[in-house]
Every structure is written in structure tokens, then in C-alpha cells.
């Protein structure tokens, strides 16, 4: 079977957000935990700021569910210990109460709190936002400006949110990057800079 290029460059679309997380666990052949590692060298967080990064996450997620329940669509994204929320709440006191109970969690620095008010995003909504995160990665990969590890990459509603510990030129350019994809609505950068 032959595949046109627009084929081509959608399975890589697809499979890339797999590849990319899975490469340094393959290339070394070891379980997830030492794969981790592998990621975390190539971080510009310390390991122990990483790991607390993922407990952050975990402990906001489990907290917020069970506070607020199935009521709220909530994405927990912590970096370097400042967190972001997206998703959507039904009210406006529902956004606040998800602030105050993250800020309650250990060692988190600041929330930066993008929910939205209004019913839960439907499934075509999240998959169309995935497939945008997944050309963002590609366009950053193929730019070569900058090591797209060191940039985290969040889209709600089309909004695409960039996290990390930036050089200012890497910022510009991960920006204008995404910025200029294909189905972007707005770039709103969450970033710490290093210069």
C-alpha cells in the first residue's frame, strides 16, 4: 500500500506524542522507572523537582475529583511547581474552589487558573485538542530551535499553553511556532525564564 505524503505526515502526527515519550525508555531497553531517568537528565528541573512536579499532579487530580466530582472537567499540569488548570467547572465558584484546593497542596509555588465556565468539553473537542498538541510537538521537532523537552505543551479548546524553564529565545520561538498551526486559536505562555 502506498501512502501520500499528507498520509505520512498524519501517522507521524498520531504516533509522534507515543514516540517521543517512549524514546529514552527504548533506547536504553528498561522499565518506566528507569526511563524516567532518562527523561529527567535531559530536564532543566532537578529529579526531585520533577518527581514533585508528577506528585503535584497526581495528589491536585485526586483532590479535585473528590471535592468536586464528576461535575468538573479539570487538566492538572504542574511545572517546575507552578500549576495550570484547564478544563471546565459550571460556576464561578466552582473555578475558585479548584484554585484554593491545589493551592493547599504541598510545595506548589502559584495557580494559574484557565478553567472555563460552561459545560464539559465533548470528546471531538479533546481529540481535535490532542491532535493540535501532537502538530505543535511535530512543528517544534522539525524547527530544531530548541529541545522540545525543555517545553510543555497543553491545548484546551484550541488554546494552546506553553510551560518550561525558557531561554527568552526559546520562548519567542516556541510561540511563534505555535502560534502559526493550524487550528490555533491563542498561545498564552506559562513560562519561567532563564535570562
Not at 4 to 26: D, E, F, G, H
Not at 40 to 64: A, P, Q, Y
Not at 75 to 82: D, G, K, L, Q
Request: net charge positive; aromatic share 6%.
Amino acid at each position: 500500500m502506498q501512502l501520500t505524503n499528507m498520509n505520512k505526515w498524519l501517522v507521524l502526527i498520531l504516533i509522534l506524542p507515543l514516540t517521543v515519550s517512549c524514546v529514552p525508555m527504548a533506547a536504553i531497553g528498561v522499565g518506566a522507572g528507569a526511563g524516567t531517568g532518562a527523561v529527567v537528565s535531559e530536564d532543566r528541573r532537578t529529579s526531585g523537582i520533577f518527581i514533585e512536579d508528577e506528585s503535584i499532579e497526581l495528589k491536585s487530580s485526586r483532590r479535585l475529583y473528590e471535592q468536586l466530582g464528576n461535575q468538573a472537567h479539570i487538566n492538572v499540569t504542574s511545572f517546575n511547581r507552578i500549576v495550570l488548570l484547564t478544563g471546565e467547572v459550571p460556576n464561578e465558584a466552582m473555578k475558585e474552589e479548584a484554585t484554593r484546593l491545589v493551592r493547599s497542596i504541598a510545595n506548589v509555588r502559584n495557580v494559574i487558573n484557565e478553567i472555563s465556565i460552561g459545560e464539559k468539553s465533548a470528546l471531538s473537542s479533546r481529540s481535535n485538542d490532542t491532535f493540535i498538541t501532537s502538530k505543535v510537538k511535530s512543528r517544534f521537532l522539525t524547527s530544531g530551535k530548541f529541545q522540545i523537552n525543555h517545553i510543555k505543551i497543553v491545548t484546551e479548546k484550541s488554546v494552546v499553553f506553553l510551560l518550561g524553564v525558557v531561554k527568552r529565545a526559546e520562548a519567542d520561538n516556541a510561540t511563534e511556532i505555535a502560534s502559526s498551526t493550524s487550528g490555533v486559536t491563542r498561545v498564552v505562555k506559562v513560562f519561567e525564564y532563564l535570562d
